[in-house]
């Protein structure tokens, strides 16, 4: 085990060994610094040492053609305070050799939305389209914070929806709580948490009128989508979702108790929706297939539709309702309700929210009613 006095000209002139496949030539001055030097030539400059355990162990700190060797005794000097201060650099870089890279996450996070998530393939596109694409090759340790609040910036400027950009930060984030909580390494700080963000307001207030609400169940009367008016008349009926309304099935409808039962709605509860004498029309002239389950299927392919988007569109440039989304339907129902003088509790119960605020957004719908209540008083005090 020779012993040197390591310096820049002792290493440009170290040779092996004659017999040797390597020596090792250790610094006199720094403990553990060696040169090891290759009967093929090369040079290689480490720190030997003894860990916690007494353990012998060699980290390689640069080969010698790659670094000067005041560099190399610097980095040297560093590590063996780390190791005299009970550090272990071996391990360390073992450790951030063990970090995957953010496509190995995402793969471990699809899996597990597939198994538990009812929006897996929402969820799905937001990773193929946004979050892989940037991040998928990043090591989980060279990902940190001010680098997404750059990336979400750019999404923004790119023209998505503010509400679209925070969906994409949440799942991304979604993604380092679950390798947290899986003990995948790199995943001790969540980069997507923290960031300053507006607040969002989501609310679109489009109500129709009872006269755009007949234009428009005449526009989907003329649809090349069969399917299209049932489908629209049952939604400003009831106030289902429309994904409520593609996945109902037969055996979820009660005609005699005029109950349609909503096994999981977003919420991620059953609820009963009644159903009108009107609804109950439509639901009668349903047409029926052998061995088909849903309610209003396909007729091409007898499963659920898995968007109407394109007739719908016709139909809204039919009934001259530009930009009315089919999520409007639901609005409508509920201001159809809480006009004729429903109150919010019910009107909350038959659409299935989860809280009462969640109803308040339509509690100055009720004006028309209220005026009415306000005038019949007046007219009662006048008469007396």
């Known amino acids: 085990m020779p012993k040197a006095r390591l310096d820049a000209a002792f290493a440009a002139a170290a040779q092996c060994a004659p017999g040797k496949a390597k020596t090792d030539y ?3 001055t720094t403990t553990g610094f060696l040169l090891e030097v290759r009967s093929s030539g090369g040079k290689t400059y480490h720190l030997r040492y003894s860990d916690q355990g007494g353990r012998l162990k060699q980290f390689k ?21 780390e190791v005299v201060l009970g550090g272990d650099p071996s391990a360390k870089k073992a450790e951030a050799k063990a970090v995957p890279l953010y496509i190995e996450l995402a793969d471990q996070h699809l899996a597990e939305a597939e198994t538990h998530q009812r929006s897996y393939k929402t969820t799905e596109m937001y990773f193929r389209r946004h979050i892989l694409p940037k991040w998928g090759k990043t090591k989980l340790n060279d990902i ?63 109500y129709l009128t009872a006269q755009e609400a007949a234009r428009l169940r005449e ?13 629209v008349g049952l939604l400003l009926l009831t106030g289902a979702r429309v994904r409520e309304l593609l996945d109902a099935r037969w055996e979820h409808v009660d005609v005699e108790r005029q109950l349609w039962l909503i096994p999981t709605s977003k919420t991620g509860k059953s609820r009963h929706v009644p159903l009108p004498d009107d609804a109950l029309a439509i639901v009668a002239s349903l047409p029926r297939y052998k061995d088909c389950p849903w309610l209003v299927p396909n007729p091409d ?84």
């Open 61 to 81: 700190i640069g080969r010698y053609q790659d670094i000067k060797f005041a560099d190399a005794r610097k980095k040297a000097e560093k590590l063996r305070s």
């Open 219 to 231: 526009a989907v009367a003329a649809s090349q989508n069969p399917q299209l008016q049932h489908i």
């Open 26 to 28: 250790y610094d006199e």
């Open 144 to 206: 940190n914070a001010r680098d997404v609040a750059q990336w979400l910036s750019e999404k923004r400027a790119e023209g998505l929806a503010p509400a679209t950009v925070e969906k994409i930060r949440v799942i991304f984030g979604r993604s380092f709580e679950l390798g947290s909580r899986w003990g995948v390494p790199g995943c001790d700080k969540n980069p997507a948490r923290g960031i300053p963000r507006k607040p969002l307001n989501n609310a679109r207030d489009r």
């Open 301 to 384: 392919t007898l499963k659920p539709f898995v968007s109407i988007k394109n007739g719908w569109q016709r139909a809204i440039r039919t009934a001259k309702l530009p930009g009315l989304r089919i999520h409007d339907l639901r609005h409508s129902a509920a201001s159809f309700m809480v006009n004729s003088g429903i109150d919010l509790f019910a009107v909350g119960k038959v659409l299935g929210h989860a809280s009462v605020q969640s109803t308040q957004r339509y509690s100055h719908l009720a004006n028309d009613t209220l005026r009415a209540a306000v005038e019949a008083g007046a007219a009662k005090q006048r008469a007396a």
